[in-house]
C-alpha cells in the first residue's frame, strides 16, 4: 500500500511555457499533499501544501502566480510551473498523507519518484 | 521552530557490519513524530522506520532500528548487517502532532556508502 506517482517523470520544455505536473495517490485517499522541490546533493524544500477542495497554502517566498497547485480530488493533485525559466529546473516531487485509516499509516507522508524539470 | 540536525554528511560502511546515522532536533513540544526516510540514487523517498514520540520503546523494521533519546532529543538510526542496497541519502524528519500541521522538517541528510 502507500503509493504515490507522479507524471512525468521527466520533462524538458522551453522557456516562458508552462508546464503541469500530477501527483496521484494510487491505493489511498490523499486528505493532504505535499509539493517539494529539491536541488542537487541537497535537502527538500517544501514548497506548498494542499488540501483536497481548498486552496494551497505557500512556503514563504514560493510565488503563487508561478506556481500553481490544485487539489481537485482525494487522489490527484497538479502543480503548473507557469513561464518557465532556467532557474526553475529543478526536481520536482510530491507527497501525500491521509486521514481516513485506511490501509496506511495515518500522519506519515508517503512521496512520489519525482519529476525532473529542465527548461531550456 | 523547530530544527533537525544530521552532523555526518557522508558515511561509509563494510557490507554486513553496522553502521550508525545520528540526528538531533530541536523543539518545546512534547508530542511528535520521528521519521527516516531514505533516498537511493532513484531518488525516490522512501519511508525506512517512524517514532511516535510519546512511545518509549525504540521503532524496529527488520534490520534498521532507532535509539530514542527524548530528553537528549535524539534519534539516531542503526543499520545492521549493511547490504548494498542500503547506499543511499537519508533524511531524519520531524512532524508536529500539535497545531494541525502536517509539515515535515527535514535534516541536510547523509550520504551512506556501503563498501563490498
Known amino acids: 500500500g502507500a503509493v504515490v506517482s507522479q507524471h512525468p517523470s521527466r520533462v524538458i520544455c522551453k522557456s516562458g511555457t508552462s508546464v503541469k505536473i500530477e501527483c496521484r495517490s494510487l491505493?489511498?485517499?490523499?486528505?493532504?499533499m505535499f509539493w517539494y522541490r529539491q536541488f542537487p546533493k541537497q535537502s527538500l524544500m517544501l514548497m506548498a501544501t494542499?488540501?483536497?477542495?481548498?486552496?494551497?497554502?505557500?512556503e514563504q517566498g514560493v510565488e503563487k502566480d508561478k506556481f500553481l497547485i490544485n487539489h481537485a480530488s482525494l487522489t490527484l493533485s497538479t502543480l503548473t510551473v507557469t513561464s518557465a525559466h532556467p532557474e526553475d529546473s529543478s526536481f520536482y516531487i510530491c507527497?501525500?498523507?491521509?486521514?481516513?485509516?485506511?490501509?496506511?499509516?495515518?500522519?506519515?507522508?508517503?512521496f512520489g519518484p519525482g519529476t525532473r524539470l529542465t527548461v531550456l | 521552530a523547530q530544527t533537525v540536525t544530521q552532523s555526518q554528511p557522508e558515511m561509509s560502511v563494510q557490507e554486513a557490519e553496522t553502521v550508525t546515522l545520528s540526528c538531533t532536533y530541536d523543539?518545546?513540544?512534547?508530542?511528535?513524530?520521528l521519521f527516516w526516510y531514505k533516498q537511493p540514487p532513484s531518488r525516490q523517498m522512501i519511508l525506512v522506520i517512524r517514532?511516535?514520540?510519546?512511545?518509549?520503546q525504540n521503532a524496529t523494521e527488520n534490520r534498521f532500528s532507532v535509539n530514542f533519546q527524548k530528553a537528549a532529543k535524539s534519534f539516531s538510526l542503526k543499520i545492521s548487517d549493511s547490504q548494498l542496497g542500503d547506499a543511499a541519502m537519508y533524511f531524519c524528519?520531524?512532524?508536529?502532532?500539535?497545531?494541525?500541521?502536517?509539515?515535515?522538517?527535514f535534516g541536510k541528510g547523509t550520504k551512506l556508502t556501503v563498501n563490498p
Open positions: 507527497s501525500a498523507t491521509t486521514k481516513k485509516g485506511q490501509k496506511v499509516s495515518t500522519d506519515t507522508q508517503y
Open positions: 491505493d489511498f485517499q490523499a486528505t493532504t
Open positions: 494542499s488540501n483536497e477542495g481548498s486552496k494551497a497554502t505557500y
Open positions: 523543539t518545546s513540544e512534547s508530542d511528535y513524530y
Open positions: 517514532q511516535e514520540a510519546y512511545k518509549q
Open positions: 524528519a520531524y512532524r508536529s502532532r500539535q497545531g494541525g500541521s502536517e509539515k515535515l522538517v
